[in-house]
């Protein structure tokens, strides 16, 4: 009997820790990104752009999403670079008829494919070094601007001493549960990184909306120490390159990009899968906060209902309610501020969803990254 209550107060106890660490992360570092308002810039100083888009075999996306790239709204000189990966479908044809129109696009032709440079590393690389600007805006070809204020909007974020300046890639809202996880997890995604930017520990930064210095590119010798990852030209890039002077963020819905989201699970799955293979490779530090978060989310509700169960569960419940109170007033002014604020109303069934969410994806962790790109 006394070994009985020695467990049911041992499960109660690391309920208890759990949660606190989940409201410590809520309350330390993910509120940054919730009371987050950026600070007037008493002079804006546009500095010319290079926007590097790549693309293998999109001539369906190029069509639909490249016309929102070139006629932004910028009045310094810039130029979108085009990099056509070896692609067996129409693209070619289609940048031709733009470039008749649009002047300041730059295709980049690569008909080969280079040995022992994994993923999309090689194009990117070939569209960085074509660059005439210093300043770098990186999207894909499914993305596709906001607003025609999207490289304004970007490049005001930076200030002086910084060359990244981390974007918010979302998804085109449609009707159904899977979009909303989707977005959910984008959602949940980039409250991570940019909470952790705001505290002066920068991780990631999504290819779908970023921007960098060319000279950290060259001053890093490029992907060269990441080159045999399939992925990483974004998050793994950003992970060895960003520190907290160097780094800031652009929230502005009229800087966002919007990619169409998967339309079946599988291919959500597969797309999933793909990106976590990635996290292994982080800095110590980044991993182990972030490793502490996910397995504290992970575990807080399970142990809820063990410990309701067997100790006292109006405490528990008191608990629970406590956290969800916390999670809900930072997830209600962060999703606002993303311009997700239609997916509140289901932050208790995310709460939820976040316990099988790691289930499915844990495997990503130890399995062998995909050496395509797209």
């Known amino acids: 009997m006394d070994l009985l209550n020695y467990w049911e107060e041992a499960v109660f106890i690391l309920f208890c820790i759990t949660t606190l660490i989940q409201i410590c992360y809520f309350t330390g570092i993910f509120s940054r990104l919730a009371f987050y308002t950026s600070k007037p810039k008493l002079q804006n100083q546009q500095q010319p752009v290079s926007v590097v888009i790549c693309a293998r075999d999109e001539a369906g996306n190029i069509i639909k999403n490249l016309p ?3 006629v932004q709204q910028y009045r310094t000189t810039h130029e979108v670079i085009l990099v056509n990966h070896n692609s067996q479908d ?8 733009l470039k ?3 002047k300041h696009l730059n295709p980049v032709e690569l008909t080969q494919e280079a040995k022992m440079i994994a993923g999309k590393k090689f194009p990117l690389s070939m569209g960085i070094k074509s660059a005439k600007y210093e300043t770098l805006l990186l999207t894909d070809a499914d993305c596709v601007p906001a607003s025609e204020y999207w490289i304004e909007k970007m490049q005001d974020g930076y200030d002086e001493g910084i060359e990244i300046v981390l974007g918010y890639g979302a998804y085109h809202k449609a009707k159904g549960l899977l979009n909303k996880i989707i977005r959910f997890e984008t959602f949940h995604s980039a409250l991570q990184y940019f909470s952790y930017a705001l505290a002066g520990m920068p991780y990631m930064g999504v290819g779908r909306n970023l921007s960098y210095k060319r000279d950290v590119f060259l001053r890093n010798k490029g992907f060269s120490s990441i080159n045999k990852i399939p992925g990483g030209d974004d998050d793994l890039f950003i992970n060895q390159v960003a520190n907290k002077n160097n780094t800031a963020i652009v929230l502005d819905p009229e800087a966002h990009t919007l990619s169409q989201p998967k339309k079946t699970w599988g291919d959500w799955l597969n797309q999933k899968y793909r990106h976590y293979t990635t996290a292994k490779y982080y800095r ?7 490793l502490i978060y996910s ?3 992970f575990l807080v509700l399970p142990l809820a209902i063990v410990a309701a169960i067997f100790f006292n569960w109006w405490i528990v419940l008191s608990i629970v309610v406590v956290k969800w109170i916390v999670q809900a ?3 209600y002014k962060s999703m606002k501020k993303l311009n997700e604020a239609d997916l509140f ?8 969803w976040m316990c099988l969410h790691y289930l499915l994806f844990l495997p990503a962790l130890f399995k062998k990254p995909k050496k395509s790109w797209n």
């Open 329 to 331: 007033f930072v997830y």
């Open 68 to 70: 929102g790239v070139l």
């Open 345 to 352: 109303p289901l932050f208790l069934f995310f709460d939820f």
């Open 100 to 102: 008749k129109t649009f």
């Open 90 to 97: 129409d693209t070619k044809y289609l940048i031709d008829e």
């Open 284 to 290: 110590g530090k980044h991993k182990f906060l972030l």
């Open 295 to 297: 397995a504290t989310q």
